[in-house]
């Protein structure tokens, strides 16, 4: 796995796990395990710091990296006749 793959991949699920931290705390539920080993890294420094940082900044961040986001779709030719 190239590393940007590796670098989004693990983003999303420590970004995904902070989120599902924060809605415990606010509706007082059982919040996700306690980050042990590399995780502690992503949940105590790298959330909070891309949670900050302004959204043309993120944005600028996510298209240098590999994804879905930076697929490029063909437009569909439009089909003629009824829609029925």
Do not use: C
């Amino acid at each position: 796995m190239a590393l940007t793959r590796w670098i989004r991949n693990v983003s999303e699920k420590q970004l995904l796990t902070a989120a599902q931290r924060d809605v415990a705390k606010r509706y007082a539920v059982t919040p996700p395990p306690r980050p042990t080993g590399v995780d502690v890294f992503w949940q105590k420094v790298y959330a909070p710091i891309y949670h900050r940082l302004p959204w043309k900044l993120r944005m600028k961040v996510m298209t240098m990296m590999p994804g879905s986001h930076r697929q490029k779709w063909t437009p569909r030719t439009p089909t003629g006749g009824p829609a029925v």
